[in-house]
């Protein structure tokens, strides 16, 4: 979700050098950027907090999106180095009161939050925002992507039906390509070997490989996950499905729509930012959705 604000604000500021700071399996995310947008890759394996602050250098301005103690630290080094720092705002109680039910409306999306920090200088003539897109080639689209797993159980959608969603696509005669990690793999081999036209590319490829091949797809079928924003970058439609969480807490992907999110209206919901907690009933009924909505959503 920074890509497109930094990328924005590189084309406003062309003047202006811009380094980001995130972990080297990032690298791929960046790599269409403006000329003036340098990605810093940091790999926490074989370098220190110390070491990666030692090589960075100075800079005019900070802008911390990530507000965890890491960042923090950095923070304070680069301000004892004379750099003006300005750290992200979460709205952390408003999501509380979202996801306890006393809040009833769409909070700030996390991409205007970090357009906020970003917007540090007055050499900005315009609040950073999140109109421009990255230029994409144009591409023949054809198949469905499916990423069925998400990080954290309230968000993700029982695999049975999943599987369901999967055969009855396949029985249509669309070709599927199963997005996952190493990890995940072996349960989508299965799927693929089981069904007719469903390819499994999960742990196969790299970062940019796979932002290449979503590009190419009609649509993306994602929880609310990491393949929701990686759709996104590349301009592929996701339908999205959610159980505890919910797009009104600012995490759904750039420029996608909430008329393509599959969820509950439930009053429970949601009950959770991120998925993490457990389902008070115990049966997370918010995830209690029939594969067939899925598919005519598809």
Same mark, same amino acid.
């Given at each position: 979700?920074?890509?497109?604000?930094?990328?924005?604000?590189?084309?406003?500021?062309?003047?202006?050098?811009?380094?980001?700071?995130?972990?080297?399996?990032?690298?791929?995310?960046?790599?269409?950027?403006?000329?003036?947008? %340098?990605?810093?890759? @940091?790999?926490?394996?074989?370098?220190?907090?110390? /070491?990666?602050?030692?090589?960075? &250098? *100075?800079? $005019?301005?900070?802008?911390?999106?990530?507000?965890?103690?890491?960042?923090?630290?950095?923070?304070?080094?680069?301000?004892?180095?004379?750099?003006?720092?300005?750290?992200?705002?979460?709205?952390?109680?408003?999501?509380?009161?979202?996801?306890?039910?006393?809040?009833?409306?769409?909070?700030?999306?996390?991409?205007?939050?970090?357009?906020?920090?970003?917007?540090?200088?007055?050499?900005?003539?315009?609040?950073?925002?999140?109109?421009?897109?990255?230029?994409?080639?144009?591409?023949?689209?054809?198949?469905?992507?499916?990423?069925?797993?998400?990080?954290?159980?309230?968000?993700?959608?029982?695999?049975? %039906?999943?599987?369901? @969603?999967?055969?009855?696509?396949?029985?249509?005669? /669309?070709?599927?390509?199963?997005? &996952? *990690?190493? $990890?995940?793999?072996?349960?989508?081999?299965?799927?693929?070997?089981?069904?007719?036209?469903?390819?499994?590319?999960?742990?196969?490829?790299?970062?940019?490989?796979?932002?290449?091949?979503?590009?190419?797809?009609?649509?993306?079928?994602?929880?609310?996950?990491?393949?929701?924003?990686?759709?996104?970058?590349?301009?592929?439609?996701?339908?999205?499905?959610?159980?505890?969480?919910?797009?009104?807490?600012?995490?759904?992907?750039?420029?996608?729509?909430?008329?393509?999110?599959?969820?509950?209206?439930?009053?429970?919901?949601?009950?959770?930012?991120?998925?993490?907690?457990?389902?008070?009933?115990?049966?997370?009924?918010?995830?209690?959705?029939?594969?067939?909505?899925?598919?005519?959503?598809?």
């Amino acid at each position: 979700m920074l890509v497109p604000v930094v990328r924005e604000a590189a084309e406003q500021l062309p003047e202006t050098e811009i380094t980001v700071l995130s972990q080297q399996r990032m690298s791929d995310l960046f790599r269409s950027m403006p000329a003036n947008v %340098r990605f810093y890759g @940091v790999d926490w394996q074989q370098q220190s907090l110390r /070491e990666v602050v030692k090589d960075l &250098g *100075s800079f $005019d301005y900070v802008a911390d999106v990530h507000g965890v103690w890491r960042s923090w630290y950095i923070d304070l080094r680069m301000w004892l180095r004379g750099a003006r720092v300005r750290t992200i705002w979460k709205g952390r109680f408003a999501k509380w009161l979202l996801t306890h039910g006393l809040l009833h409306r769409p909070l700030k999306h996390s991409s205007e939050r970090y357009s906020d920090v970003i917007h540090i200088s007055k050499q900005y003539r315009k609040k950073v925002g999140l109109t421009t897109k990255q230029p994409l080639p144009s591409v023949q689209k054809s198949g469905i992507g499916i990423a069925p797993f998400a990080a954290h159980k309230g968000k993700l959608y029982p695999l049975a %039906r999943m599987e369901r @969603v999967v055969a009855m696509l396949s029985e249509r005669g /669309e070709k599927i390509v199963l997005f &996952g *990690s190493k $990890d995940e793999r072996e349960a989508l081999d299965k799927w693929a070997a089981k069904y007719p036209n469903v390819v499994c590319i999960a742990g196969q490829k790299s970062l940019a490989e796979e932002l290449d091949m979503i590009r190419g797809l009609r649509v993306m079928v994602s929880m609310d996950s990491a393949n929701m924003h990686l759709a996104s970058l590349v301009g592929t439609r996701v339908v999205s499905i959610w159980g505890a969480t919910h797009p009104h807490a600012g995490f759904l992907g750039v420029g996608q729509s909430e008329s393509d999110c599959v969820q509950r209206d439930l009053k429970c919901r949601p009950c959770s930012v991120y998925g993490n907690k457990q389902c008070k009933y115990g049966d997370y009924r918010c995830l209690d959705i029939e594969p067939e909505e899925i598919v005519a959503r598809i």
